[in-house]
């Protein structure tokens, strides 16, 4: 498809369980971010790759969550032991390179995750 | 850590009416955006703004970036039933990538 996808859509799961969530970049871009929604609020920053340079991961909220990218494509945000406080909609975005003026991030449909 | 403040936080207004909502920074930007979030969707980008004092239109919407950089506001004009959404603002510092995000402004429509 010609835009960000992201799967699943929906995942839930127990407490203490591991989960992963992908996402597709939109193809030739070299960026791709991860943000978190929590219910009605805005987006928190998560996680960020650009092409082959260290990821900028300022915005990990705990040492439970974390983040690959294969090249410049599918990436996964992977979330061990969830806790109830993790229940959020997990959003990606990508751009055609990182930083800079006229550059701007799109973003996937999201991951709504519960944790029970 | 930098905050976006964004108001108001809802709005409730009749079809045919004007609306604007703002946001303003503790820091300063070089980037402002406005994103609207449909139900069970992803932000999607309405205006980006990249110079201090600059004001850009985008059909019924228009959004100015604040001469100190640290302000954005948002106006919809003649708004319609599918204006209906969660509108937020985005900043980005001059040097890096993130974006911070307002809290967003909720708006319904009345027709």
């Known amino acids: 498809g010609a835009g960000v996808s992201q799967s699943p859509s929906n995942k839930v799961t127990e407490k203490g369980k591991d989960v992963e969530l992908r996402c597709d970049p939109i193809?030739?871009?070299?960026?791709l971010y991860w943000y978190r929604q929590r219910l009605g609020q805005g987006l928190e920053f998560l996680i960020y790759?650009?092409?082959?340079?260290?990821?900028?991961k300022s915005g990990l909220p705990s040492d439970r969550f974390s983040a690959e990218r294969t090249g410049e494509s599918v990436s996964t945000l992977t979330i061990q032991r969830t806790q109830q406080e993790d229940s959020a909609v997990y959003l990606c975005?990508?751009?055609?390179?990182?930083?800079?003026?006229?550059?701007?991030?799109?973003f996937g449909p999201g991951t709504r995750l519960t944790v029970l | 850590g930098q905050q976006l403040n964004q108001s108001p936080q809802s709005m409730f207004i009749q079809e045919g009416e004007d609306v604007s909502m703002n946001c303003t920074s503790s820091?300063?930007?070089?980037?402002w955006l406005w994103y609207k979030q449909d139900p069970g969707e992803g932000p999607v980008l309405l205006i980006a703004?990249?110079?201090?004092?600059e004001l850009t239109s985008n059909g019924r919407l228009t959004a100015q970036f604040g001469i100190t950089r640290k302000d954005s506001f948002l106006n919809i004009s003649a708004s319609i039933p599918s204006d209906v959404g969660i509108y937020f603002c985005?900043?980005?510092?001059?040097?890096?990538?993130?974006?911070?995000f307002g809290e967003g402004t909720q708006l319904t429509v009345n027709p």
């Open positions: 975005a990508s751009s055609v390179r990182g930083g800079g003026l006229y550059n701007e991030q799109f």
């Open positions: 193809s030739g871009h070299t960026a």
């Open positions: 790759f650009q092409g082959n340079s260290a990821p900028d």
């Open positions: 820091s300063i930007f070089n980037t």
């Open positions: 703004l990249y110079k201090a004092g």
């Open positions: 985005a900043g980005r510092e001059t040097s890096g990538s993130r974006l911070t």
